[in-house]
């Protein structure tokens, strides 16, 4: 049951998204970083939300959202695997195609990730079965790593970090380079309990 209002309400949230595209002009094969309304703040409520508007030409037609888990410094399984089919509304004309990426951490810690066309209509969209560790600790920091447009080229590229950190714990510091590869910076990563990597890549 929270499992179906998680995915009702960010369903809600995602068709508020009327804008999607149109108010954050890109260029092919890009993706930029998109702010929400006030509105769509209000209807977010306590889910986390990371909007993205993106063009891309017809060889692009998936795009894959992987939830990657750092445990005190160390990566465990991945938190949710979720793909995506783009839309097609300019690409069948010869053109690009455009629409917004939203990735939502629901109220119940689960991840979704949508996709919806340049006039708000959601073509695909995909939910983590399980529910994330997230709630078990105390939220600390949320980021979106883009400040900007960022060229898309079929490779994985960060798009945001979750960090959650135990009561217990003494803070590290917050030093970017860490949760872009918390691998490498593994005694430095172990101050923090989970650091969540949002990552993305689109593909054929």
């Known amino acids: 049951m929270k499992k179906m209002t998680g995915i ?10 009327t804008a999607c595209g149109a108010k954050h002009p ?26 993205y508007d993106f063009e891309t030409s017809p060889t692009y037609t998936n795009v894959l959202i992987t939830i990657e888990d750092y445990k005190n410094g160390v990566r465990g399984d991945d938190i949710a695997s979720l793909t995506c089919r783009l839309p097609e509304n300019a690409a069948q004309k010869g053109g690009n195609n455009t629409g917004s990426l939203a990735v939502i951490l629901s109220a119940d810690h ?3 990730a949508s996709v919806c ?3 708000g209509g959601i073509i695909s969209s995909a939910t983590s079965a399980e529910q994330s560790v997230i709630g078990k600790a105390d939220f600390d920091k949320i980021k979106s790593l883009v400040g900007e447009r960022m ?8 798009l945001a970090y979750l960090v959650y950190s135990d009561a217990k714990k003494t ?5 970017e380079s860490i949760f872009l590869d918390p691998a490498a910076h593994e005694e430095q990563a172990t101050a923090f309990d989970h650091i969540y990597l949002v990552k993305c890549r689109f593909s054929a």
């Open 117 to 119: 066309n340049k006039d």
């Open 151 to 158: 060229t898309i080229d079929g490779k994985t590229q960060t």
């Open 110 to 112: 689960r991840f979704t």
């Open 171 to 175: 803070q590290g510091t917050f030093e």
């Open 8 to 17: 009702l309400i960010a369903a809600a949230l995602l068709l508020g998204l």
């Open 26 to 51: 890109t260029t092919a094969d890009t993706i930029a970083p998109a702010a929400l309304t006030p509105r769509e703040q209000m209807l977010a409520g306590s889910q986390d939300i990371f909007l």
